[in-house]
């Protein structure tokens, strides 16, 4: 993730934080499941939803560490 990009998210984040940040990935999940937009859209849109509520809750090495635990896990459960 380029500087930037990232500063943008920590700055939506402290403006909108935690409760703003589950209505915009709620926002976004809606919006994945009527297919209101081309996947890309979509999914960048709850991307970044997921990244500025990570930040909200402070939150994001946690998370981070969880995702690549999990992704281990799914790995060596399949055959």
Same mark, same amino acid.
């Given at each position: &993730?380029? @500087?930037?990009?990232?500063?943008?998210?920590c700055e939506?984040?402290?403006? /909108?934080?935690? @409760?703003?940040s589950h209505m915009y990935?709620? /926002?976004?999940?809606?919006?994945?499941?009527?297919?209101?937009?081309?996947? *890309?859209?979509?999914?960048?849109?709850?991307?970044?939803?997921?990244?500025?509520?990570?930040?909200?809750?402070?939150?994001?090495?946690? *998370?981070?560490? &969880?995702? @690549?635990?999990?992704?281990? @896990?799914?790995?060596?459960? &399949?055959?």
């Amino acid at each position: &993730m380029n @500087e930037k990009h990232y500063d943008n998210l920590c700055e939506i984040a402290k403006k /909108i934080g935690v @409760e703003g940040s589950h209505m915009y990935l709620t /926002i976004w999940a809606q919006i994945l499941l009527r297919q209101e937009c081309d996947a *890309v859209e979509t999914l960048a849109g709850l991307y970044n939803a997921l990244d500025i509520l990570c930040i909200a809750l402070d939150c994001e090495d946690d *998370v981070q560490d &969880m995702a @690549e635990k999990l992704a281990a @896990e799914s790995v060596s459960h &399949m055959p």
